[in-house]
């Protein structure tokens, strides 16, 4: 079992910065790759940025060169930093973490989420 702890949400104007943190416990030996997803009201979920053990990272394209990835591997952290925001960031915003499972398939691991809202 992995557990994931998120901070870092809050109120800012458009044009501002948020730093989402997510801290992991547990089995993190296990873990292969950690992400944020976000869900605004009405909408599904979808991922907002994703990094993996051996460095690579993926963006969703609405946040392509405002948002960062980041992992702290002493501290067993990952790190979105968010610049640049706009009122359409407005959303939950979850910390994820995947580990394979034995024969096929991964496990799937999910913070409490953390409310991120962006005024115009």
């Known amino acids: 079992q992995v557990q994931l702890v998120e901070s870092g949400g809050g109120l800012v104007q458009a044009g501002g910065s948020l730093r989402l943190s997510c801290a992991a416990s547990g089995k993190i030996f296990s873990i292969n790759a950690m992400g944020w997803y976000r869900q605004a009201p009405g909408k599904q979920r979808e991922l907002v940025a994703s990094?993996?053990?051996?460095?690579?990272?993926d963006y969703t394209d609405s946040v392509k060169g405002r948002f960062t990835i980041s992992r702290d591997n002493s501290r067993n952290t990952v790190s979105l930093q968010m610049n640049s925001l706009k009122p359409e960031d407005t959303a939950v915003y979850y910390c994820n973490a995947n580990a394979p499972r034995p024969i096929v398939g991964t496990y799937n691991y999910w913070g409490q989420g953390t409310q991120v809202t962006v005024s115009s």
């Open positions: 990094l993996t053990n051996d460095g690579r990272t």
